[in-house]
């Protein structure tokens, strides 16, 4: 079972950045697809980022590309989003996922959730 902890979430206001981190309990971290999802009040949880453990390649809803960085710190089982110039629609509960498999901007491709981190960006 591997436990994830969000963290890095404020208010913020737009054209600021932040940067969310997402701790892993799993001790082989590494061998896990790790992707960034979000849910506005409302709306349906969406992809926003993913890195792949086998490459590193990193993969970006067009909404945030451009503006969002995904990383991963294997020493550390910890994955991050940094994000500038963030935006008032970027305002939503954001959770990091963890699978064994390819990275897939497929929510159900996840088998392990975090409990998400408040992202709330002000106009």
């Known amino acids: 079972q591997v436990q994830l902890v969000e963290s890095g979430g404020g208010l913020v206001q737009a054209g600021g950045s932040l940067r969310l981190s997402c701790a892993a309990s799993?001790?082989?971290?590494?061998?896990?697809?790790m992707g960034w999802f979000r849910q506005a009040p409302g709306k349906e949880r969406e992809f926003v980022a993913v890195?792949?453990?086998?490459?590193?390649?990193?993969y970006y809803a067009n909404s945030v590309k451009g503006r969002f960085t995904i990383s991963r710190d294997n020493a550390k089982n910890t994955v991050y989003l940094q994000m500038n110039n963030l935006k008032p629609e970027d305002t939503a509960l954001y959770y990091c996922?963890?699978?064994?498999?390819?990275?897939?901007?497929?929510?159900?491709?996840?088998?392990?959730w975090g409990q998400g981190t408040q992202v709330t960006v002000s106009s």
């Open positions: 890195i792949s453990w086998r490459t590193g390649g990193t």
């Open positions: 996922a963890a699978d064994r498999g390819p990275p897939s901007q497929k929510r159900d491709d996840y088998d392990y």
């Open positions: 799993e001790r082989t971290f590494s061998v896990y697809t």
